[in-house]
């Protein structure tokens, strides 16, 4: 049974940071990996979706990296901003479907002005 | 362009009532998701649909939850007859096939 985890659980860092957040998962036979942001109160907002045989993806300010082979993506923020305050969840789509999602539990982000 | 539409927002009923939770999906989208989010067991795939075929529903909990999408532009999740335990937060998702999947805001709700 495929387990996602992201570290941190939490994380608080000032405007302007540069910042890392992990997600790794148990089973390596993936179809894609998709990153979200979740605010208070709202569903999901996709952030970027990496195919199972990309190496990594980039929208704006956000990376995000994939390494099947030892389980492991990283969504890498440039200079974050309050407004990028918000849970962050990393989910994993099952090989040959790829529609069934694996949800990690996410990071809760605060950016401090 | 409009996104994953759900109804109602927020629900409160007493135990043993029929709940009936509806969602329309992005226009154009082939898959249809029901998730179930609590602080307990965070987010959960109940149910998918594959051109509104059910494909998976291994998430069901029980024979008490029940979804149904008669056509492509229409889906719905219902439970009969509700539990406390049922409280959470039920999303609806939409994508195209094994596309990204864009999220509803969500349904809340309260079984007392």
């Known amino acids: 049974k495929q387990e996602v985890t992201q570290i941190p659980a939490a994380l608080s860092v000032p405007e302007g940071e540069n910042l890392v957040l992990n997600c790794s998962f148990t089973d390596s036979a993936i179809y894609n990996l998709q990153w979200f942001r979740q605010d208070p109160g709202k569903g999901l907002t996709s952030l970027l979706l990496i195919q199972s045989s990309q190496r990594e993806q980039t929208s704006g300010r956000l990376n995000a990296s994939l390494d099947k082979s030892s389980g492991r993506s990283t969504l890498y923020i440039a200079a974050s901003q309050p407004g990028d305050s918000a849970t962050y969840l990393c989910?994993?789509?099952?090989?040959?479907?790829?529609?069934?999602?694996?949800f990690g539990e996410g990071t809760q982000l605060t950016v401090n002005p | 362009d409009a996104g994953v539409i759900q109804s109602p927002r927020h629900e409160v009923t007493e135990m043993g009532q029929e709940v009936t939770l509806r969602c329309k999906p992005i226009?154009?989208?082939?898959?249809l998701f029901w998730y179930r989010q609590t602080m307990m067991r965070g987010l959960e795939l109940l149910i998918y649909?594959?051109?509104?075929?059910?494909?998976?529903d291994s998430g069901m909990p029980e024979d008490r939850f029940s979804a149904k999408m008669p056509n492509a532009s229409f889906s719905t999740l219902k439970i009969q007859p509700s539990e406390p335990r049922d409280s959470a937060v039920y999303f609806c998702a939409s994508s195209k096939l094994q596309g990204s999947q864009h999220f509803g805001d969500g349904t809340r709700l309260s079984i007392l």
């Open positions: 226009s154009g989208h082939n898959s």
């Open positions: 649909f594959n051109n509104n075929v059910p494909i998976d």
């Open positions: 989910a994993v789509g099952k090989e040959t479907s790829g529609s069934r999602l694996t």
